[in-house]
């Protein structure tokens, strides 16, 4: 175990699995990491048939400080094994902390590319790994790319988006250029440890927008991913009029905004933007989200659940961080990005629970379903008429006589607009998710398409991890319940159309003891 070096490091190595494990809000079938801090997921990938997730860690307790590389691997997206730490700093350019960065195929040598922290600054690097991709060697070219470009002044300057075209490597790393935006700039090499500067890919305009806007491109761009959505490979020309997609998180000055994506064409050495749009209305609740193409074909993704308790508090708790489901990533006729858990989840499925259709009407009175729990997955098929709202309280614990009236309860609304057109909006309310005021209650929210009034509406809960898919559309929320509620109920304004609910407790991923090196 590392000497503990750190003010916040509050709580001995050897109690903080147990602390974590004791925690009745840590998610069970979301990834999380032993103990200690999780945050982005770095080398998404499938290797030889295995998936890995690596991901931004600090084994020393629940806040960000020396982050180091922990490593899972997976055969089937649902179930993970610990593997040992893949990257720790070291003396030299991340003696600070291995930041984030991806995972490529060079010629059969698995190599990641990332950014190493030194003297409070990140500058790429690389390491090669051994076969069964657990013991990593840093390159002695470290850093491999020695400084930002010349002459730009940069608001910070790290992780990367690496791919193969034609004969060359080329990279992007993500960074800001001040009084202008957000930015990616664009290298290029033979080898993965030479590069050549090309310039920037894109330049955001951060002076476009409110920046309290959920929809502000931020000053800086966090975690760049660029991939073609649907057929071809990035940089072939497009038979099928797949669009380019740059995903990024919008940060200003220390401040994780929210995940963005552009989409638009990318050629020679730009990318020319069509659209901007919020990948994910939860916000900072699915940040830093990284993809990866699987052996079939599929673009998955995962994203980084930020907290949404005090630092104190996720310290006092001993674990901090959750690893999102795994996203399939689709396009939709609109040119837009739908997603959903990806269908191997189902796996974790148990008790069923299946409502017949009804039809629900009325002043928002609240029916008890007779489903509960708080590790659920939960599908309705709706049909909502022009101006109505169906209401799912979840998370929910009544108190005192009035049952219908929740002391707690997490507010899922989905409302059609009166004009009778396909428009509507996905709202959430946890202003009532907890009695605990120190934790964060925004309310998040966003357009979602109901063809004539049609919602699919799915809805995760495992424990403080919300995960909420309206038509594709996704909402990430973190709640704090603390009388453990496990009240589920529907409530309608107006004629909502239940065709058909099915709900599942799920199960547990994370099985016996684990280790915070494992
Ligand atoms: N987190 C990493 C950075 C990245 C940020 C450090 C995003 O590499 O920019 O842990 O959450």
Redesign the pocket.
Known sequence: MTELTHPLATIPQDELVARAEADPLRPRFHFVSPAGWL??PNGVSQWNGTYHLFY?YNPEGAF?HR?QWGHATSTDLVTWTDKPIALEPSEGPDAE?C???VLVNDGGTPTLVY?G?SEGK?LPCVAVGSPDLLSWTKVPENPVIAAPPAGVDTT?Y??HCVWREGTKWRQLV?SGIRQRGGTAFLYESSDLRSWDYIGPLFIGDASQGDPADTDWTGTMW??VDLFRAGQGSLGSVTSDGSPDVLVF?A?DDGD?RHPLYWTGRYAGDAFEPAALHRLDYGGRFF??PQSFQDEAGRRVMFG?MQEGRSDAAMVEAGWSGVMSLPRLVTMADDGTLRFAPVPEINKLRREHTRLPGQVLTGALVPLDIGVSGNQLDLELDLQLAPGALLRLGVLGSTGGSNSDNPTEETVIELRRATDGTGHGALHVDRTRSSLDPTVDVEDKSGPVPMPEGRVHLRVILDRSAVEIFANGIPLTARAYPTLGGERVSLAAEGTVQMLSLDAWTMAEIHEGTRTLFP
């Open positions: 945050n982005d931004q960000h982050i902390g930041w984030s960065g950014s922290r990140e910070a790290r992780d993500g966090e975690c998180s940060w994780t940040y830093a980084w």
